[in-house]
């Protein structure tokens, strides 16, 4: 189910941006989570993956 890849994809990026894991080929990486825009990339995905999860949840529940 697309919704299902969706919110793990979106899970993935959260886990990986909140454990600063550094993603493949991308230098200062370190330098980079200190900035404001990825603060605030962080904190957006952090509520799109809060939002999807509870659609995800409500919806699946539903077609079952």
């Known amino acids: 189910m697309l919704v299902r890849k969706l ?6 990026l959260k886990t990986s941006m909140t454990n600063k894991k550094a993603f493949p080929g991308m ?3 370190e330098q ?3 900035q404001k825009d990825y603060l ?3 904190q957006y995905i952090e509520k ?6 509870v ?7 539903k077609l079952k």
């Open 55 to 61: 659609f995800y949840d409500s919806i699946y529940s």
């Open 27 to 29: 230098d200062n990486w």
């Open 40 to 42: 605030d990339i962080r």
């Open 48 to 53: 799109e993956y809060d939002v999807f999860s």
């Open 7 to 12: 919110l793990g994809l979106i899970q993935w």
């Open 32 to 34: 980079f989570t200190r």
